[in-house]
């Protein structure tokens, strides 16, 4: 089973009120979703975002955005560059693939020295 895991590309601190306790102490983060298997890691494509208010601990849903909490999350997700989407193989596909390839070079190697006959 792969594993996911968000990776934070941008984090800022808003000075615009809480629509929860009016403080001015917000914090909008985006992330990028990148995937673990055993054969590849991939990073995706898929960009998510997090409005915290710092002082009273509560995540702050796009429903009771302000206009200008909307405005700053606008200019921020302009700013926030992912990385570009990629897949890497891992050391245990390489070295599957090598064992892969060592096996038939010996299978060959025997068939064409004679060992065995087909």
């Not at 915290?52 to 926030?80: F, G």
Request: with cysteine; glycine share 4%.
């Amino acid at each position: 089973m792969a594993k996911e895991k968000l990776n934070i590309i941008k984090e800022a601190n808003l000075n615009n009120n809480c629509p929860e306790c009016f403080n001015q102490d917000l914090n909008l983060t985006f992330f990028q979703k990148h995937t673990y298997g055993r054969f590849f890691h991939k990073t995706t494509g898929e960009l998510s975002h997090k409005l915290v208010c710092n002082t009273c601990k509560t995540t702050i849903y796009p429903v009771s955005w302000t206009e200008d909490i909307e405005r700053m999350y606008d200019y921020y997700q302009k700013t926030a560059i992912p990385a570009k989407k990629s897949s890497k193989p891992t050391l245990l596909f390489y070295s599957l693939f090598l064992v892969l390839i060592a096996l038939v070079a010996g299978i060959t190697y025997l068939i064409i020295s004679g060992a065995i006959q087909l």
